[in-house]
């Protein structure tokens, strides 16, 4: 009887056990919760890696950039290949388009990322991080900029003011390590949100400053400018940094650590020398290629001319690519491709150590050049486009007419991504992009599933 | 039995006195054979005794003229002996027919197949074993209504989809699976030797909900084999031996049919023809050189029997299996040793002891994906040989995609070994004959290590997939720090986990009936599960030589170590639960029948981390009233079922915010190591709840015939959806994940029909035959808020997505464009009522089906539902004929209904083809179906209806032919039986499928029926020998 006393107590324990909530509040071995977490500097600091992440899905801006403009299409495989590209260069786009939608979450989460260190940004204190709370700063200020460029007046998370003027007087004049926000780019980048915002007097005196720091200048050798070994020249104001260490998938591109814009720009099936291959990507117009001066370096440095190039080589006929089904211009973009010696590990496709630039001193005095002459400084408008001129071989001219100024960005910045934005801003879109509708296409559609998540209370952008 | 010995046994000590008159005696089987420890009881007292273990008796009795003995024992019928004055007995038992024999495992407790309330299947062990299949899952599909199986590989050791009763969530759809109490996922079940186990019991229903949180998607009672009580030991062998082919090579185009198609084609484009020769004959079948004829084989041995109080079984098994596409590329092998023993360690307590030992190994070549063998396969050109020159692979330079696939597979390495122990020991304790205390401990311990050799390979200039910088296998050099290179070389990847379950489950059960008339029983218990995993892994670089001789982390030569990494993880889960379950039969006619199960699981958060899950069920024995006269049913019983039952199966932690995002970038050149949240925090996470409702009947005609049926409305909510999320939240980064939140409804309706005919015991032809259908009805009620769908498979490369879960719609629809025929000529296109941007004769016609006069290329309005890969019927028939030591008996499986995308064919304008090409559209009138083919830009390879295929089949699985030979023979060499036999696997296949194989499964619901060029089962041709002696 003793025994069945025991077995039934013993029994009344078990049952009586679910009682213990304490045996199913397991911690994740060795996690972190996002609750809680800033207790450190380095804390903070380990945040805002995370919050830099975001920049390397630049290359999508750069595709757009170029593909939706007149320098370029979309390429690629078949027209069926990343679609939305196509639809974009033909000016077809809608609300369904997955690289439009890759923008406006990808942006997002970099605002969310910045924002998770501002919003926890009273938990302690310690030198230094008046400096990371900057780059934070500076960082959802790029984030914000390049939403509102792509989709126009959308939501500003938690916090209506940037914060980027602010950002600029705390953060270094030199970073501290190769890659960091510095007090050049922050300023340099409100320099150009003042420009599309039409306010050339603020542009001007901002972009000026940048100028007189004396801490940029142009870099000489146009045609080595985007090669890895020339990354970190003094014409660099801001570089989005990659590196070709580490491989990735095609199924998640903002995974990457290496710049995808650079493989999928590659000539696809490209068998000789100086290049690696690629995809057939962004591939210059021939109208963009004869924009260019033939006495401007860069011509060859901006669009490569493949058949012309193969023909230049002593073993001609040895050399073979291949056309994509997505469209063949016989052009590549020649800043930003694949070639041989920067290549990535551990795949050749996905990963390139090639820095997107951008924001380069180029881009600078041109920006400063546009502002200038707007508020009717014609003078020092020349003064700065010439330095341009001078580095491209061409003659200097005297810029009479804005539309010079227009055209030398175009020379300049061509195959960067800024063109099509910088058609918009400055009205000339419907002129230049055919299929183009005045009033509609300035702005891209806002994705319709994030209207239809957001519980449908924003507007689409007109005409969409 | 047991408790009703110890009872007895316990009683005998009392009755140490004497008194009366004496009767002794034996207790004998039909067989003349002794039949130990049975249980008699004097009517005229009551009291019992317990003969001895040789069936020997010897009752003191007060009265030996009127005195009345019963007689009974576990498998035998009760029987009452008068003594009428007799002091020597010979008593003979009868064993109990198999109907009332026949009990199921329901979940801590057995039940007798008669008082099944619930909706259940069996499956006898011996059922399974005849398929001769590799796993477990395979060896069940078609073998019960409301189970559908679908193969998600063919490859050897591939696994399949078990789905009971349909597709209710978006995520996990797989059912508990219990082999002797202890859990084993899809991925386990390689361990699992078919050969080893006894019965499958399927839980379909509501009654399932005894297992509360993690029985929504059902439950799979498994049970190994055991001894029997008093046997002596008998030793079995079980094997065979086969050959493996693939049973259908696709129609591809030969080298001419080939060159003159790519012509036209690139002429289409408005390119230059890249034949000038098209004369080129049959050229290279790649398909001829991928597949091999490969064998496959099974050894297992057997050792069962019993002393007094203990029996045992041991189980020993041996299997390989080489691939039909790969050989020893694509191998799985598997040692099994099983012991299962059990004991009487006291009078009262009972000891079972299970351990189950494996040991399996299998490699992989890339399957079904963009890339995989079979994919390059069917699109690798047919004008190049295989090898260009002696030793060296031809590398198709025209297009980078595509990979000379037997190089491929002659560079894959990648391995994995499986060492698992999973046992038992199991403690009943037997207060008296009407309760039970059983406590048991489970344990699942798993050791998974994998391997994959990555050599410096060339597949030719351009190759995605080259690691080599040229065709001298040339290592690439890497810049780790500015102007520092590295040379890279061979890689090994190498994984280590580990993987513990542990369970303590403690129960009563209680069971007693009251003048035969009112039965109870009771189970009352408790469960705490613990499921832990670790894992270490690491890749190294500078692999010497190139050769997977040295493919170890522990010989890499890397430089430094700089480029070499490792990496490791951890999780850790926890279940506990209390269950009741009551039941209450009236004279075995009426039956009622109630679960609660309270479980608390640490997959969620504080605030809904206790769910509270109750069934009721029911049945009726009609054919037990006095009114039910009919003569030819013999049995038919109306059941009925209600409950709530949950699902748990997501990810760990996903109620709670972790910075487990990745949040990488680049200063100074390196990789900087930052955070980011991984997934937003739902503190109110809580489980799936499925709420089932069933009706049944079951019959028996004329002896011979049972029926069952089961119609069946599986409505879940709650699912655990990680639903597109806004923008805003953030959580599109690397790493990370919208917040699983509780949103959306799923129902499925159907049928389910059983048929079984066994003709009589005494008839010389035995016949068997087993027919089951199960329809389902699927359909998603309503997804989250915002939300219009969850997409999911692509078409193509970087193509739409074809697959959606949307609402009104079943799980994993497709969704493209739908076709009207082919444009004959420009008229057509001009006069045509809908504009078709881009159209040319020759292009397929786009239905418009928001009706707005145009074909809408750049969103989703005008494309439409063009099925699922969800079958409409699935129906499985087995037959067995037995004559005069000759048997014969097959499998057929049916699965009609679904539909499959083509989607192994590469659309680069390189690429082979399948044959159906050639009737392609060449000028108006040509042909109405297949559209003109062009490398230029076209919507023809957008996705549209075209692409989808009727994915219907029937299969017959299994045939075997076997004889036995007569026992008279074997006498003399002391063989106790001896069967041999010839099988086939898979040898007809009907079904309009192009693809390799229609039984195309695949784990995740929205990718199901997404074809990328499947490895599919190989037709086997086997002969096999059973032995016992």
């Not at chain 1, 007419?401 to 934005?421: D, P, Q």
């Not at chain 2, 069940?140 to 409301?146: H, N, T």
């Not at chain 2, 430094?560 to 009741?580: A, C, D, H």
């Not at chain 2, 089906?849 to 699935?874: C, E």
């Amino acid at each position: 009887m003793k025994k069945l006393i025991y077995i039934t107590l013993a029994f009344a324990a078990i049952v009586t056990l679910p009682a213990c909530e304490k045996f199913l509040s397991v911690d994740p071995p060795y996690a972190q919760d996002a609750e809680n977490f800033f207790q450190t500097p380095e804390d903070y600091e380990r945040a805002l890696v995370g919050a830099y992440d975001l920049l390397q899905s630049s290359f999508l801006s750069l595709w757009i950039g170029e593909i939706a403009s007149d320098n370029a299409i979309a390429g690629g495989e078949s027209v069926n290949d990343s679609k939305g590209l196509h639809d974009l260069d033909n000016m077809t786009h809608g609300g369904v388009n997955a690289e439009l939608r890759s923008v406006f979450r990808w942006n997002y989460t970099g605002i969310t990322r910045a924002n998770y260190i501002l919003e926890h940004q009273d938990n302690i204190d310690f030198p230094g991080k008046a400096h990371i709370l900057a780059e934070a700063k500076f960082l959802r200020a790029y984030y914000y900029f390049e939403l509102v460029k792509f989709f126009g007046d959308v939501p500003l998370i938690i916090d209506k003011r940037i914060g980027i003027i602010a950002a600029a007087a705390v953060l270094n004049p030199v970073a501290a390590q190769k890659g960091r926000a510095t007090r050049g780019a922050a300023k340099s980048l409100l320099g150009k949100v003042y420009l599309y915002q039409n306010k050339f007097t603020e542009a001007a005196a901002i972009l000026e400053e940048v100028i007189a720091s004396g801490q940029y200048s142009l870099y000489q050798d146009y045609s080595t400018l985007f090669s890895v070994a020339a990354e970190g020249n003094p014409e660099t104001i801001f570089d989005i940094e990659y590196t070709g260490l580490e491989g990735g998938s095609y199924g998640c591109l903002i995974c990457l650590e290496g710049n995808a814009a650079v493989g999928f720009q590659g000539i696809r099936q490209y068998n000789g020398p100086v290049y690696g291959d690629g995809n057939s990507y962004n591939l210059p117009t021939p109208e963009l290629y004869a924009a260019f001066s033939p006495i401007d370096v860069r011509r060859a440095a901006t669009v490569l001319d493949i058949d012309a190039f193969i023909a230049a080589q002593p073993n001609a006929a040895s050399i073979t690519y291949a056309i994509g089904a997505g469209g063949h211009t016989g052009y590549y973009n020649n800043k930003y491709i694949k070639r041989q010696g920067e290549i990535g590990l551990p795949d050749n496709d996905l990963t390139s150590p090639v820095n997107y630039r951008v924001l380069r001193y180029a881009d600078v005095l041109l920006m400063a050049a546009e502002a200038n002459y707007q508020i009717g400084n014609a003078s020092r408008a020349t003064q700065l486009v010439n330095q341009i001129r001078q580095r491209a071989g061409i003659p200097g001219a005297s810029v009479n007419n804005i539309e010079k100024v227009y055209l030398e960005r175009r020379l300049e910045l061509s195959g960067e991504g800024h063109r099509f934005f910088d058609l918009v801003r400055t009205g000339q879109a419907a002129q230049y992009i055919p299929g183009f509708v005045t009033g509609k296409h300035e702005l891209f559609p806002i994705p319709q599933v994030e209207i239809d998540l957001a519980g449908g209370n924003w507007t689409q952008n007109p005409g969409y | 039995m047991i408790r009703k010995l110890v009872m007895a046994l316990l009683c005998c000590i009392g009755v140490a006195q004497v008194y009366g008159q004496t009767v002794s005696g034996t207790i004998l089987n039909e067989r003349s054979e002794a039949i130990p420890y049975v249980k008699i009881i004097q009517k005229s007292n009551n009291k019992p005794f317990l003969s001895d273990g040789k069936g020997l008796f010897q009752i003191q009795v007060s009265d030996l003229n009127t005195e009345i003995l019963v007689f009974s024992a576990m498998g035998y019928q009760k029987l009452e002996v008068p003594v009428m004055g007799k002091t020597n007995l010979t008593v003979v038992l009868l064993e109990v027919a198999q109907d009332t024999k026949d009990v199921v495992v329901v979940g801590y407790g057995t039940s007798k197949t008669k008082e099944l309330t619930g909706a259940t299947s069996k499956v006898k062990g011996e059922d399974l074993e005849k398929m001769n299949m590799t796993r477990m899952d395979q060896a069940l599909q078609g073998q019960v209504s409301g189970v559908t199986v679908s193969s998600n590989s063919g490859s050897p050791g591939g696994s399949a989809n078990i789905r009971i009763r349909g597709l209710s969530t978006f995520g996990d759809n797989d059912p508990l699976i219990l082999v002797d109490g202890v859990v084993y996922d899809s991925e386990g079940l390689n361990a699992l030797n078919p050969s080893d186990i006894k019965s499958i019991n399927v839980l379909k229903d509501a009654t399932a909900g005894i297992y509360g949180v993690r029985a929504a998607n059902g439950v799979i009672i498994v049970e190994t084999k055991n001894g029997a009580i008093n046997r002596k030991p008998s030793i079995e062998y079980n094997g065979y031996y086969g050959v493996q082919q693939t049973a259908r090579k696709l129609d591809l185009l030969t080298a001419e049919e080939y060159a003159v198609i790519k012509n036209e084609a690139f002429a289409f484009g408005g390119q230059a023809l890249p034949f000038a020769n098209t004369n080129l004959g049959t050229g290279t079948s790649w398909q001829d050189s991928v597949f091999s004829s490969a064998p496959v084989q099974s050894h297992n041995l057997s050792l069962n029997g019993g002393t007094l109080n203990t029996r045992y079984s041991i189980g020993l098994g041996y299997f390989n299996q080489e691939g039909i596409v790969g050989a020893d590329k694509a191998n799985f092998g598997r040692y099994n040793a099983r012991l299962n023993f059990s004991t009487d360690m006291s009078e009262k307590l009972k000891l079972n002891s299970v351990l189950l030992f494996s040991s399996d190994m299998r490699s992989t070549l890339p399957e079904n994906g963009i890339g995989s063998v079979l994919y390059n396969t069917i699109n690798a050109f047919p004008n190049e040989p295989v090898y260009s020159s002696p030793g060296t692979f031809s590398y198709m330079e025209e297009v980078s995609d595509i990979i000379n696939p037997i190089a491929q597979m002659m560079n894959q390495y990648n391995w994995s070994t499986a060492n698992k122990f999973v046992g038992k020991e199991e403690f009943i304790y037997e207060f008296n004959e009407n309760l039970s205390f059983t406590n048991r401990f489970n344990y699942n311990y798993a050791n998974v290590d994998s391997k994959v050799f990555s050599p410096l390979v060339w597949y030719g200039e351009g190759k995605y997939a080259n690691t080599a910088v040229n065709a001298d296998l040339e290592s690439p050099e890497v810049e780790i720090a500015d102007s520092v290179f590295i040379t890279r070389g061979a890689a090994v990847y190498e994984e280590r986990s580990t993987f513990l379950d542990l369970t303590y489950e403690s129960f009563l059960n209680y069971e007693k009936t009251w003048n035969e008339t009112h039965k109870v029983k009771g189970t009352l218990g408790a469960s705490v599960f613990e499921r832990k995993g670790q894992s270490l892994n690491g890749v190294a670089f500078g692999i010497p030589n190139n050769s997977i001789d040295y493919a170890d982390i522990s010989a890499n030569t890397a430089q430094g170590g700089y480029l070499n990494n490792v990496n490791s993880w951890e999780f850790k889960e926890r279940l506990l639960s209390t269950f009741l379950r009551a039941e209450y039969a009236y004279k075995e006619k009426y039956l009622v029948s109630g679960i609660l199960r309270r479980d608390g699981s640490s997959k969620f958060g504080p605030n809904s981390r206790w769910g509270i899950f109750p069934t009721i069920s029911g049945g009726w024995l009609l054919s037990d009233e006095a009114f039910f006269k009919s003569k030819s049913i013999d049995f038919l019983k109306l059941r009925m079922s209600y409950g709530v039952s949950g699902n748990d199966q997501i990810p760990n932690f996903a109620y709670r915010a972790l910075l487990n995002g990745e949040g990488v970038y680049v200063f100074d050149d390196l990789i900087t190591q930052g955070v980011a949240i991984g997934r937003p925090a739902n503190p109110d996470l809580k489980w799936e709840t499925t709420r089932q409702f069933n009706v049944g009947l079951d019959l028996t005609w004329l002896k011979v015939i049972n029926f069952t049926t089961n119609y069946f409305i599986k409505n879940t909510n709650d699912l655990l959806f990680q639903p597109d999320v806004s923008a805003l939240l953030g959580s599109y980064g690397p790493g990370g994940y919208p917040p699983i939140i509780n949103a959306g409804d799923v129902s499925n309706k159907g049928w389910e029909f059983e048929i079984a005919y066994q003709s009589d015991k005494k008839n010389l032809l035995q016949t068997n035959l087993n027919f089951n259908l199960t329809t389902i009805n699927n359909k998603v009620v309503s997804v989250p808020t915002g939300v219009q769908y969850i997409p999911g498979a692509s078409f193509s490369v970087g193509g739409d997505v074809a697959t959606r879960f949307q609402e009104g719609y079943e799980i994993g629809y497709f969704f493209g464009y739908q076709t009207a025929g082919v444009f004959q000529t420009q008229e057509e296109i001009d006069n045509a009522a809908v504009v078709q941007e881009g159209a040319q004769p020759g292009d397929l016609i786009f239905v418009d089906q928001n009706d707005d006069g145009k074909i809408n290329f750049s969103d989703d309005s005008d494309k439409t539902n063009l099925g699922s890969a969800i079958p409409d019927f699935t129906m499985g028939f087995a037959f067995n004929f037995k004559l005069h030591g000759f048997d014969l008996s097959g499998n057929v499986y049916a699965a009609l209904g679904q539909e499959i995308i083509r989607n192994y064919e590469r659309q680069q304008p390189y690429a082979n083809q399948l044959a159906y090409v050639i009737d392609r559209w060449t000028g108006p009138g040509s042909t109405n179906e297949h559209p003109r083919l062009t490398t230029g830009p076209t919507n023809n390879n957008l996705f549209s209806d075209y692409f989808v295929e009727d994915g219907s089949f029937v299969r017959l699985r299994n045939l075997q032919f076997g004889y036995t030979l007569p026992s008279t023979v074997l006498r003399k060499i002391h063989v106790e039986s001896l069967r041999v036999y010839v099988a086939a696997n898979n040898l007809i296949t009907l079904t309009r499928y192009m693809g390799f194989d229609p039984d195309l499964g695949s784990s995740s619901v929205l990718s199901a029926g997404v074809d990328y060029g499947m490895y599919p089962q190989a037709r086997s041709l086997m002969s096999g020998l059973q032995i016992k002696f």
